[in-house]
């Protein structure tokens, strides 16, 4: 599978990113910790990305408690060097452990979170280290200059920003200049067909800066893939009965409208719904990474098809016009 470089650094990912998120829980979520993916499922996403040549896994301290990265950490003891050697691991932090516990980017914190990440994974460095969420209470070079003790410790490889906007990421891009701290390498937000408002915001400062953009949640929560239906009721254990307060805003007559056009486009090209997404977003210049988080092993089956589904200009271009309203 192709790769591609983060920004200015040496670091590669491949194009498809196999997301952990639900390894053990619902991302970092407490009141769903051990009620996520469990470990023997993990296991074989793992093992069926690999054979896929899905060679970047991403996690993050709080997912399942930590359950994802303690997973990641003993399937990769499993498993000879050729996998040790090439297997590009990204995490995160930011959210708590758990309910009650601290959160943020503070410098103690950060030296604190990336030692028990390294732990839990099983190895004395991690290739990509993310900010999760942007912290109003800590000063962004505090932050950065915690980023940077970590690289030049050969800890981390290169430091990345995960659901910051646009104005927060060129803000940090520029105290890194002025103080010659290492910079934010790679931007992780959401964007899908549903949510594409980083094209007019986040979008332009990656080309000026040359970051690189990956994408979480690639099918909205299930909403891209074809679960769902105008008058039906959303099936047991999706997003939608779990967690759906992020998504609620979709149930709309203009989105279920999209939806039926786009289901009926993947039907003209005998492929899935969720592939033809995945196709489209592959297609963006400005995506380095797709992060998926399937929760079945026959999920996958959709990254091939969409890796091997060329869509011309005026096909993505059709694709993108049937959710214009959205912007």
């Not at 691991?89 to 980017?105: A, Y």
């Not at 900010?131 to 050969?154: C, K, M, N, S, Y």
Request: overall charge negative; hydrophobic content about 35%.
């Amino acid at each position: 599978m192709l790769a591609s470089r983060l920004g200015r650094s040496d670091v590669a990912v491949t194009r498809i990113v196999l997301g952990c998120g639900n390894f053990g829980g619902v991302g970092s979520a407490p009141a769903f910790f051990d009620r996520g993916t469990p470990r023997e499922t993990a296991v074989a996403l793992m093992d069926r990305a690999w054979e896929l040549g899905i060679t970047t896994f991403d996690t993050a301290d709080a997912y399942g408690g930590g359950r994802s990265e303690t997973w990641i950490g003993k399937w990769l003891a499993t498993k000879g060097p050729e996998v040790r050697d090439r297997l590009v691991i990204q995490t995160k932090t930011f959210n708590p452990m758990d309910t009650g516990e601290d959160s943020g980017l503070s410098r103690r914190r950060i030296e604190r979170q990336v030692d028990t990440s390294l732990h839990r994974l099983g190895i004395d460095h991690v290739h990509v280290y993310l900010a999760h969420d942007f912290d109003r209470q800590v000063p962004q070079e505090e932050t950065l200059l915690a980023f940077d003790d970590l690289r030049r410790a050969g800890k981390i490889g290169v430091a990345g920003a995960s659901n910051f906007s646009g104005e927060q990421l060129a803000e940090a891009l520029e105290i890194a200049e002025l103080e010659g701290l290492g910079r934010y390498e790679v931007v992780q937000n959401t964007f899908s067909l549903l949510e594409q408002g980083d094209r007019e915001t986040v979008f332009p400062v990656c080309r000026e800066h040359g970051v690189g953009y990956e994408s979480f949640g690639p099918l909205a929560g299930g909403w891209l893939s074809g679960k769902y239906g105008r008058d039906t009721t959303p099936p047991a254990g999706s997003r939608m009965t779990q967690r759906p307060e992020p998504y609620e805003r979709y149930r709309t007559p203009a989105v279920w409208t999209a939806l039926e056009t786009m289901r009926d486009r993947a039907a003209m090209l005998g492929v899935s719904m969720s592939a033809l997404s995945l196709a489209w977003l592959l297609g963006l210049e400005e995506m380095t990474g797709v992060v998926i988080g399937p929760n079945r092993v026959e999920h996958l089956d959709d990254v091939e098809t969409a890796l091997a589904l060329s869509l011309s200009d005026g096909e993505r271009d059709e694709i993108g016009e049937v959710f214009e309203w959205e912007s």
